[in-house]
């Protein structure tokens, strides 16, 4: 979806006659590391619900990287693959947690991501 979502505006800026070579592309990506996927889904459903007053289960099973370190960087890595270059994580729990959750994402995950580029590197 996210793909086709570019192409579309791809060819907006073509017929426009528009350079998107420097467009940024973004996604807000809810993100819960555990020992498996069925624990982190069932957790971010449970707190996405509570924090949208909606069932969020199925957008959280569709939307969000869940699961073991090596899940959430496959996850991550499909979005980089459709085209985006900015992820904002949305590490979910409680403060505790999710000073938890960025040291296991810090850890864990970020090893298996490859290397980015320095200028990403100091722009960050």
């Known amino acids: 979806m996210y793909r086709d979502g570019l192409a579309k505006i791809a060819q907006a800026a073509a017929d426009a006659k528009r350079d998107i ?6 996604h807000l990506l809810f993100t819960l ?9 069932d957790k971010a459903s ?22 073991r370190p090596e899940d959430v960087a496959a996850r991550i890595a499909e979005f980089h693959d459709a085209g985006v270059r900015h992820l904002n994580l949305d590490l979910l729990g409680t403060a505790a947690e999710r000073d938890a959750q960025l040291h296991r994402f810090a850890t864990e ?11 990403q590197h100091a722009a960050n």
């Open 46 to 67: 449970a707190l996405l619900s509570q924090r949208y007053a909606m069932d969020f289960h199925a957008a959280a099973k569709k939307y969000a990287a869940l699961g």
């Open 21 to 26: 070579a420097n467009f940024g592309t973004a």
């Open 109 to 119: 995950v970020r090893p298996l991501l490859g290397h980015a580029p320095a200028a």
């Open 33 to 41: 590391i555990d020992d498996s996927y069925e624990a982190a889904l």
